[in-house]
């Protein structure tokens, strides 16, 4: 599965999201950051954390989906994922995240 961050502007705040290509879903989106230095930093802490399996928190909306959200080292929120069917399928959104992430390239789309 190929995936990659893309790193966006909106008005003067820089997010990114974490996309598959085949499929452009979007896996995790992050909180709007004042600058685009400081959404490519949130980007290597993604990278970073991303694997470890502790850093991920399982929630579920009030409407019975699923998502999920990493954290970081201090347990501060680096992304939230998309919105899941299922448990099942959250993980599965999980497990490509830590495949995947650590090693995903950087586009931009401003």
Same mark, same amino acid.
């Given at each position: 599965?190929? !995936?990659r961050f893309?790193l966006? +502007?909106s %008005?003067e705040? #820089?997010? $990114?999201f974490?996309?598959t290509l085949?499929?452009?879903?979007?896996?995790?989106?992050? *909180?709007p $950051?004042?600058s *685009?230095?400081?959404a490519? +930093? %949130? !980007?290597?802490a993604?990278r &970073?954390n &991303?694997? $470890?399996?502790? +850093?991920y928190?399982r929630?579920?909306a &009030?409407? %019975?989906?699923?998502y $999920?959200v990493?954290?970081g +080292?201090?347990?501060?929120p680096? %992304?939230?994922s998309e919105? #899941?069917?299922?448990?099942?399928?959250?993980?599965?959104g999980?497990?490509a995240v830590?495949a #995947? &992430?650590?090693?995903?390239s950087?586009?931009?789309?401003t």
């Open positions: 599965m190929a !995936i893309v966006a +502007r %008005g705040q #820089y997010s $990114f974490l996309k085949a499929q452009s879903r979007t896996l995790l989106v992050s *909180e $950051f004042p *685009e230095a400081e490519r +930093r %949130g !980007i290597d993604v &970073a &991303a694997s $470890f399996e502790g +850093r928190e929630c579920r &009030a409407s %019975g989906q699923s $999920f990493l954290k +080292r201090k347990g501060e680096l %992304g939230r919105m #899941y069917p299922s448990g099942h399928a959250r993980n599965e999980i497990v830590k #995947y &992430a650590p090693m995903a950087v586009v931009e789309e």
